[in-house]
């Protein structure tokens, strides 16, 4: 038996210093102080700028915060986000912070058992709080090198051939060759941008918020059940140190730029329930809308957009964190490989190709999902006509994998099933798959050992391994974990090689 064998070109550690040296490689004739300017620093930000980080990429993230929120919401990340985690040498510091659960009842909170034998070595859901996910993301990126500036908001920016010059609220001007806007469903840059955002406006309005409550547990218990039956926009659960996670329908749509009082949860506990528990002592409060929009485009030029910048949903699902995320795996090698100058022409535009038809389908389920919560007659039976539909396992294993976003088949062209689909993380001799992922380059799994990744071996890694579980003889997977070729011929690999990693090095 032949041994594996993983040969990749050794690359440079990406320093940490704020201000990197323009790289010798710099295939523009004014170098700029940054090569990315991404606005946010949220989750989708953090991301996108440590994937840029693995390519030695100079990035400045401008936060207009200056703290962290001051609430703590739990999040949940999905199968394809934590194999993402899992890619990049995170998941094992994002697990000792999150609980698990299983992945189940995703669907308009519908109670099904997961089904059995998900395709993924990270078959659950992981709750983690969400300023504590941004943190660890945060730290992923300035740990490789970004550049993080809180307080900092952009008020206008211009771009021209070479790139784009950023105007800042306090006056300050920077010029990078790329903008990302990550900067939220309210996108300052989206906005300056002048690019539709078309869709709907909210209908309607949730509050949440965690406060103390007055009365037993088991009162709690018993009256959440209850009107758990009918209206799945409702409840009340312990959340620690004696408080409560508080969700409640809000009596209409108010300004989502003012927090709701104390007051408003007690008169919609009152309305639903018939009593407010004793809520007191509120530790943070907000209030959610179910607006439905989608950016027309994801990239004018130098600017690109991203995450909730891109798209906005109803949070049904717990689905935007995680779609934001993923945007930023798929955007970060391709922006990283249009700097370094080494990207096939329109490999940049595929992001857009790719990402926002991903996001018309999150788009969708959460419109179906939103309908199913709705206490009316007609969505009533809608939704017990589902749960019947459901017990088929089929039904409800597509409706998961549809919510954990491990069903997303990109369109690279005619070919088996596998191909455009993510690779989930099989064992080799080395161990497992996505830990060769971890510094953000392709990779050739070649069960052969006869091919070979030649002058594309600066950017692509290779694993001659006859053991790895897989069922086709080799597999060229993009940074990002989809399969970008089947086959094995050197000639024909070659073509693929070119078409999504650019020319060979001399």
């Known amino acids: ?64 915060e200056t703290e962290p929120a001051p609430f703590v919401r739990i999040v949940g990340l999905h199968i394809r986000s934590l194999e993402l985690m899992a890619m990049r040498g995170l998941l094992d510091r994002v697990l000792e912070h999150g609980r698990r659960r299983p992945a189940a009842g995703f669907f308009a909170g519908i109670s099904k058992p997961a089904p059995e034998g998900l395709d993924s070595a990270h078959a659950y859901l992981l709750g983690i709080p969400h300023p504590v996910i941004v943190r660890l993301l945060e ?43 990550c900067d939220g469903g309210r996108s300052a840059v989206r906005k300056l941008l002048g690019v539709g955002f078309p869709g709907e406006p909210s209908r309607t309005e949730t509050l949440m918020g965690e406060m103390e409550v007055g009365v037993p547990q088991e009162e709690v218990a018993a009256k959440v059940a209850e009107i758990g039956e009918t209206n799945k926009r409702f409840w009340l659960r312990p959340f620690g140190g004696g408080a409560y996670s508080v969700v409640v329908p809000a009596a209409g749509v108010g300004d989502r ?64 964190l995680n779609l934001g995320v993923q945007d930023a795996f798929n955007l970060g090698w391709k ?29 969708d389920n959460t419109r179906a999902q ?16 589902l749960t019947e539909l459901m017990d088929i396992d089929e039904v409800n294993r597509r409706l998961i994998e549809k919510i954990a976003a491990i069903d997303i088949r990109y369109d690279f062209g005619d070919g088996p099933d ?84 650019g020319e060979p090095a001399n």
């Open 370 to 385: 939103m309908e199913l919560h709705s206490t009316e007659p007609g969505p009533q039976a809608l939704r017990r006509l």
């Open 257 to 320: 730029a003012e927090p709701p009082t104390l007051q408003d949860f007690k008169q919609q506990l009152r309305a639903i329930a018939g009593t407010d528990f004793g809520v007191h002592s509120p530790r943070w409060l907000s209030r959610f809308g179910d607006a439905t929009r989608l950016a027309e485009r994801y990239r004018v030029g130098r600017v690109l957009l991203a995450g909730d910048a891109a798209h906005i949903h109803p949070p049904t699902g717990g689905q935007g």
């Open 1 to 64: 038996m032949n041994s594996p064998q993983f040969t990749a070109e050794p690359s440079p550690s990406p320093s940490p210093s704020p201000s990197p040296s323009p790289s010798d490689a710099d295939p523009y004739p004014h170098p700029v102080p940054y090569d990315v300017i991404i606005a946010g620093c949220g989750p989708t930000g953090a991301m996108l700028a440590a994937e840029l980080r693995l390519h030695d990429v100079r990035v400045l993230v401008l936060e207009k």
């Open 139 to 181: 730290e992923h990126a300035i740990q490789l090198g970004a550049q993080v500036r809180r307080g900092c908001a952009v008020a206008g920016f211009e771009q021209d051939d070479e790139g784009v010059t950023v105007d800042l609220a306090d006056g300050e001007q920077l010029r990078a060759r790329y903008l990302v806007g």
């Open 418 to 501: 596998l191909l455009g689909r993510r690779l989930r993380d099989i064992d080799v001799e080395q161990g497992h798959l996505y830990g060769l992922l971890h510094r953000g380059r392709g990779l050739l799994l070649d069960r052969t050992a006869r091919l070979t990744v030649g002058g594309w071996s600066d950017r692509v890694d290779h694993l001659a391994d006859p053991t790895a579980v897989l069922d086709v003889p080799c597999v060229l997977l993009r940074p990002d974990g989809h399969v970008a070729w089947i086959g094995d011929d050197q000639q024909d690999l070659d073509g693929h090689l070119s078409r999504w990693f």
């Open 335 to 363: 922006l990283a490989a249009q700097i370094r100058g080494w990207a096939p022409e329109a490999l940049l535009d595929t992001y857009q190709a790719e990402r926002r038809p991903v996001a018309e389908d999150v788009l």
